[in-house]
Nanobody, 124 residues
């Protein structure tokens, strides 16, 4: 049974930081690329950041470049999303998901085996 569990969300003030974790079980994490996605009420789910299986290639949506950093520790079977300088527009449910194919773009429809999500709220 493939499982992904997100954690680390919460309520922070604008300008604050959070680190999200995506813990994997039931499969060999280092064989797959992993993506972080988010969805706010009334908005489409979007790709935030994706990372290749070895960690050598990362992508970011323009709105988070310079503020968010994706990384992975395959030995710990965990992928992280470090979020700095958070803005209210970052408020959303954040999900991680597995890319079971090769060279898939960092968009929700191309990823599989989603976690349950973790809520991030940025507000004064």
């Amino acid at each position: 049974q493939t499982q992904l569990v997100e954690s680390g969300g919460g309520l922070v003030q604008p300008g604050g930081s959070l680190r999200l974790s995506c813990a994997a079980s039931g499969f060999t994490l280092d064989l797959y690329a992993i993506g972080w996605f988010r969805q706010a009420p009334g908005k489409e789910r979007e790709g935030v950041s994706c990372i290749s299986r070895g960690g050598g290639t990362t992508t970011y949506v323009d709105s988070v470049k310079g503020r968010f950093t994706i990384s992975r520790d395959n030995a710990k079977k965990t992928v992280y999303l470090q979020m700095n300088s958070l803005k209210p527009e970052d408020t959303a449910v954040y999900y991680c998901a597995v890319n079971r194919g090769l060279s898939r773009p960092c968009v929700p429809g191309q990823y599989d085996d989603w976690g349950q999500g973790t809520q991030v709220t940025v507000s004064s």
